[in-house]
T-cell receptor, first 114, second 109 residues
């Protein structure tokens, strides 16, 4: 079956602009995660959804970052007033509800803030 | 919180040789340890994992060992091939996933 998909694959924006990044999890996976990966580093946790609700958003760096998952499937990560330091690859992963540790990643969105 | 350290940061081997990547973790409550392979421009791909009630697991040319007492685990790749070249990440899970900084493996033909 299809894996986790993310769009766009690349996004270039200017400092101060608003961006939305989309994630479509594996069908049937109720758990969804967003991570941020800086160059030369491992992924860092941002937020975790179980169904429609954010079960853990402790990794969001500040209030410019927000994520939603209104129907319990597709999720959107929203970044307001982007800063150059937000440049990174944003990864989405999904898992079955009973196997939260076994996570499958999408290809990521490379965000560049000029 | 959990802290995962990974060594070496880069590893170069000749095709056919073995490669070993080591990780340590700090949280003794961590109970699941996956390994991911990430190729350029792609997301991390789960290649093998081990749970805390198991000491070793093998899948063809890939094996992982876990020493809970010492809080370290290792990835072993035998008979390496050029297509094994990638960045490998270890991770430890206890309610959330913490990743190592990665090892760039290069297999020279």
């Amino acid at each position: 079956g299809a894996g986790v998909s993310q769009t766009p694959s690349n996004k270039v924006t200017e400092k101060g602009k608003y961006v939305e990044l989309r994630c479509d999890p594996i069908s049937g996976h109720t758990a969804l995660y967003w991570y941020r990966q800086s160059l030369g580093q491992g992924p860092e946790f941002l937020i975790y959804f179980q169904g429609t609700g954010a079960a853990d958003d402790s990794g969001l760096p500040n209030d410019r970052f927000f994520a939603v998952r209104p129907e319990g499937s597709v999720s959107t990560l929203k970044i307001q007033r982007t800063e150059r330091g937000d440049s990174a690859v944003y990864l989405c992963a999904s898992s079955l509800a009973g196997e939260k540790d076994t996570q499958y990643f999408g290809p990521g969105t490379r965000l560049t803030v000029l | 919180g959990e802290n995962v350290e990974q060594h070496p940061s880069t590893l170069s081997v000749q095709e056919g040789d073995s490669a070993v990547i080591k990780c340590t973790y700090s949280d003794s409550a961590s109970n699941y340890f996956p390994w991911y392979k990430q190729e350029l421009g792609k997301g991390p791909q789960l290649i093998i994992d081990i749970r805390s009630n198991v000491g070793e697991k093998k899948d063809q040319r890939i094996a992982v060992t876990l020493n809970k007492t010492a809080k370290h685990f290792s990835l072993h790749i035998t008979e390496t091939q050029p297509e094994d070249s990638a960045v490998y990440f270890c991770a430890a899970y206890n309610n959330d996933m913490r990743f190592g900084a990665g090892t760039r493996l290069t297999v020279k033909p």
